[in-house]
């Protein structure tokens, strides 16, 4: 599943706070890739599709579609998480053009 900004944002009560660590991926409320220096790229070739780092992307703006795997640049902040994971070394940072 794509990311994608949720209209309805709970309000924060007991009834509302998520039962588990943390709300589904992909739970997003505003765009907050302004500060990134450093974005991943994937490449399709050696990517086998396993979604570890989708699995690990703190912010959920990995997502797979038609079977490959894509960034969501405006929710990605560049972390390089799932760079790290990726036993495939199918995810490479690269610096952010000006």
Not at 31 to 46: A, L
Not at 64 to 93: A, L, P, Q, T, W
Request: glycine share 8%.
């Amino acid at each position: 599943m794509k990311p994608y900004i949720r209209d309805n944002v709970p309000i924060w009560n007991m009834e509302t706070c998520p039962k588990n660590t943390s709300y589904e991926a992909g739970f997003l409320v505003s765009k907050n890739s302004g500060w990134r220096e450093i974005r991943p790229i994937i490449d399709s070739i050696k990517c086998t599709g396993c979604l570890q780092c989708y699995l690990y992307c703190p912010d959920g703006a990995i997502y797979r579609e038609n079977g490959k795997v894509f960034v969501d640049y405006d929710f990605c902040k560049g972390c390089g998480i799932c760079s790290k994971i990726c036993k495939h070394d199918s995810i490479i940072m690269k610096v952010e053009r000006q």
